[in-house]
C-alpha cells in the first residue's frame, strides 16, 4: 500500500479573487491573443494538475479506507466541519474517537502477569529431555489460560534469550548496534529513529515474517525453537500430558507415532506512531494457515517494555475464544470458520466469502466491537514479558498516545515498540487447500490438506519441529526451504496482484460509507455493508457513533 495522505481542506473563492482574476485576463487581451493563448494553455495545464492530485488522493482514500477506515473517517468529519483535528481520548461529547482510550484503567488493565523461576539448567541445550523441565505451567495458570484465552508470564525467558532477540532485531532494522548511543540502548527505552510525519497508513513500521530463516539473526530461531516457549505452547494444548501417559502405555501404543508441536509462523513486528491499527480480529488463512479445528497457540513477545500509559501494545478480549456473538463475528470478518471444505477456488471466491474483510469488525457491527472492548485486557509489559493465547482469541493492536505521538511527530522522531509473535500448532494439523498466499501451498501445491508432519518429512523444515525436542537434521536443512521462499514470494506477488481488484472494490466501498457516515453524524438511515458468498449481508446498526 502507498503511503496515506490526509485529503486537503478545500479553499472556497472570495467575489473578490474572481474580479482580480477578470481584471488580469482582461489586461492579456489587450496585450495579444498570443500571450492570451499561452494563458489559456497554462490554467488548462494547471486545470489537469489539480484534477491529477485529486484523482491520486482519491485512490489513496478508497485503499485506506478498506484497511484504515476509522482515521479516513476522522479526517473526512474534520474536513467537513471546517475543524482542525483535535486530540480525542474518550467519549468526549461533540466528538467521535477514533479508537477508544486504551490508556485508561478499566478492569483488565494491569492483569497478572504470572512470575515464574526456570532452573538454569532448562535453559541449556538438551533441556527437552530433562523431567524437570516439563509440567512448567501451574494448574491455576493452565485454568487461566482456557477460561481467559490468555495468560502473561515474566521469566521465562533468559536474560540472553532475550539480548539475542533484541541484536538480532536490531541487525534485522538495519541499526549498526556498534555505535554506541542513547537511543539504541534498548534496556534503557525504546528505539527512537529519524522520521517523517507518521501518517503512512501502514499498522507497523517494520514486518519480518518466516523471520527463523534469517541464518545471521539466530537470535529468532533460538527463541521459536529451542526456548522454553514450545513446551509451554504444549502444556497449554494439552500434549505435555499425554506425552506423560505415553511412557505407561503397552509397547503396542508406544509404535505409534508421537505427536509433536511445530513452528507454523512467525513475524516480527516494530510499532510506530502511525495510527492505523487493524481492529478486533482473529488471525485469517494468511496467517494461520490450519482449518478451524487445528488447535493453536500464539505466543507474544514484548522486545521492548511497553507501558500501557504510551500506548503501542497489544490488546486482547478476554473470554472471546469461548462468547455466544463469537461466530457473527467470524461470519462478519470471513475468519477461517467459514473456509469452504476445499478452500477458495480463486481471489473472487475468496473475497466473495470474507464478509467485511479481517480488520473492519467495529465498521460491520459496532455492538459486537464493544462487547470487545468491554472485556479488552491490555498488559503492562517488561522486556522479555510473553503473553501467550489461543488462536480464537479476538485481538488487536493498541495505538500510541495521540499527545505523544503528535509531540514525536513535532520532533521528527519515531518510537519503534518490538515484538516477535511465534504461532506453534500440533504437527497433525493439516494446511488449508484451495487459492491462498501460504508459501508451501504456492511452491507445491499438492501440499494443501497435507499434515505438517508431512509436508516436513517429504520436503524439508518449512514448519520446524520444536517439541517434544528439535529436529537437528531439519535445522540443518532450513537454507534450502529460504531458497524455496524465493520462488514462492514470486508467485505470492502473483496473487497479490489478483486480489487488488477486489481490494480496490472493497475500498471504494468503505469510501462510499466514510462519507455518508461523516455527512450523517447524527444518525441517519442504516446503510448496508458489502457482503459476499454464503455471509449474510448485513445491516450496520448507526448509532451515532460513527
Sequence with gaps: MGRGRSPPQSRSRSPSQDSNDDELLSLKHEEGEEEKDFLSMSLSALVLF?????FSIIVTVSILSFTNFDEVSHILKEILSSRPQEVVQGNVPGNTPIHNNDNANNDNDN???YTITIPPQCHQSGHQNRDDCKNL?????KEAYHKDGVIAIRGLLSPQEIESLDQSSLKLLGIDTSK????????EGPIKVSAASSVSGKQFYSTRHHAIFESEMEGFSSVALKSLLPQVAAELMGMNESQSQSKSQTMQENNKERESVRLLRDVFMAKDQDP???GWHVDDTGFWPTPFDAEGVNAWIAIDSIPISTGGGFALSVGSHTADWRWKAYELTGSTYTLPEHGYVDAKDMFNRRGVGTCNIKNADPDINRKMEDTKRVYDVQRGDVILHTRWLFHRTVPMDRTRAKELDKNRVKV???RYSVRYSPGSATLTEGYGTELSTLYNSSFGGKTLDLVNAVDGPWYPKCWPDVDASEIESMDSIKEKMIFAEEMKK?????MRPYLKEIGLQQRKNVLDRAKNQNGGPPKRERGGGTTKITELKNKGEL
Design 50 to 54: 489539480i484534477k491529477c492530485v485529486l
Design 111 to 113: 492483569a497478572e502477569i
Design 137 to 141: 505451567l501451574s494448574e491455576e495458570m
Design 180 to 187: 554506541s548511543s542513547k537511543g539504541f540502548n534498548t534496556e
Design 276 to 278: 492505523y491499527i487493524c
Design 416 to 418: 519503534l515498540y518490538r
Design 494 to 498: 502473483k496473487r497479490m496482484k489478483e
